[in-house]
């Protein structure tokens, strides 16, 4: 799995998209910042954590779409469904490599906090609780993503499919307020990414929250696993 770590992070480098992801994230994150604490002089960083959830939705498909669809695409998927490796290695290498390159932007935001101490107190227990936040849900969406992108060797539709996939995560909480039946409505409202992810903005540090992110993220995992199983056999 290490190898499959080093070569899939050195990829994200030797093409433009761990470029691309990062200095998107930077800029977004930067301009959040900017009209939402910096321009106030407050310490609240509440309302940039919770734009960051839009932001999100756009970047992490370009992060993920070549994951396993370039591999598909170049022929190159034969040699790892063959190789001497476990299939949940390779797909837990991609993902690991992944949120290396998302954690890289978390990260930043971090800095906005150092930045922000300048004008007031900080609440860091607050800040990492977003910070741990944000991180659960990017590793939930980096596997929806890498969920889409084994079922295609196209990227453009990779990132499309996960971007159309995100997006119905968000809007399940608005699915539920229509549907009729409550407890049908209430299973869905449950499953809200949006609504789960809220509460970290708020410095709410809810374990049901942290444990349904986690659940999420194995969950489309193995759902990659049985994918790559099937076209071994196949």
Do not use: H
Request: net charge positive.
């Amino acid at each position: 799995m290490s190898a499959i770590l080093k070569r899939e992070t050195r990829a994200y480098f030797d093409s433009l998209i761990g470029y691309i992801f990062l200095t998107a994230f930077f800029a977004g994150s930067g301009v959040l910042f900017g009209v939402t604490s910096l321009q106030y002089g407050s310490t609240d960083m509440g309302g940039m954590y919770s734009g960051l959830f839009f932001i999100l939705l756009v970047l992490i498909p370009i992060l993920t779409m070549r994951t396993l669809s370039e591999e598909k695409r170049q022929k190159t998927d034969q040699l790892l469904l063959t190789a001497p490796i476990s299939l949940s290695a390779l797909v837990i290498g991609k993902f690991l490599a992944a949120m290396i390159i998302y954690s890289m932007g978390v990260a930043m935001t971090l800095v906005y906090a150092v930045v922000v101490s300048f004008y007031g107190a900080v609440s860091w227990l607050t800040v990492l609780g977003n910070v741990v936040g944000l991180l659960l849900l990017g590793a939930a969406y980096i596997a929806v993503g890498m969920l889409i992108s084994s079922l295609t060797e196209n990227q453009v539709i990779a990132a499309i499919g996960g971007f159309a996939c995100m997006v119905a995560l968000y809007l399940i909480s608005s699915i539920a307020a229509i549907i009729p039946v409550r407890w049908i409505a209430r299973i869905f409202s449950e499953l809200s990414f949006s609504d789960r992810y809220s509460p970290f903005t708020y410095g709410v540090f809810d374990f049901s929250n942290v444990l349904f992110f986690i659940s999420a993220t194995v969950i489309f995992l193995f759902l990659t696993v049985r994918v790559l199983e099937r076209r071994r056999w196949s």
